[in-house]
């Protein structure tokens, strides 16, 4: 079973020909640095709307959503900063809790990071949470319950975390505690993999 999971997510991040960091699995595009049924030899040309559906997939993978969440949060965005919308959906997708855990190195992925939160391990400001789509606020600080400094997920991503820390996170770590602050709004630039804007713009222009 864990063995088809990692198949899986390299096959998506083949096709999308690109490393998607919140998956978990590196590696996909080194011995194999093209789509899945193809082998070798130039990509494929894709129609407009393709180009543009699979850099939108890009983000629903990364950041674990479900089509409709991601919607949803377009929506959110498009409410918020009038023509520059992206920079708000990123802004919104960087500081959901589940991201913020992956982030920060408590856990190798986003699933896995989801799985902590839903778990009880994460508490905000003190007080535990539960919904991996809890939005962080500046200067709210995230930290590991006694049952999560011990959890091997954890453990293991200390060890060899798969991303450094970004510059809008604040982390205090020990081997008895771990905080994490979010001092600073994460905008466009947060994004931890190659990503056309303007694609996904245009995918969701009609939202």
Partial sequence: MIKKKTNARFKIQRRLLTELPGLGKSGALERRPYPPGQHGGQRIKYSDFRLQLEEKQKIRYHYNLREEQLVRLVKRAKRHRDGKWI?????????????????????????????????????????????????????????????????????????????????????????????????????????PFPLNEALVVSYYSKV
């Fill in 87 to 191: 920079s708000s959906l990123v802004n919104l997708l960087e500081k959901r809790l589940e991201n913020v855990v992956f982030r920060a190195g408590i856990a190798p992925s986003m699933m896995a990071a989801g799985q902590m939160i839903s778990h009880g391990q994460i508490t905000v400001n003190g007080k535990s949470v539960n919904i991996r789509s809890f939005v962080i606020r500046k200067g709210d600080t995230i930290s590991l319950t006694s049952r999560g400094i011990k959890n091997q997920i954890y453990i293991n991503s200390k060890q060899s975390p798969r991303l450094a820390l970004p510059d809008w996170l604040d982390k205090n770590e020990t081997n008895e505690h771990i905080s994490v602050v979010l001092k600073d709004e994460p905008g466009l630039q947060a994004v």
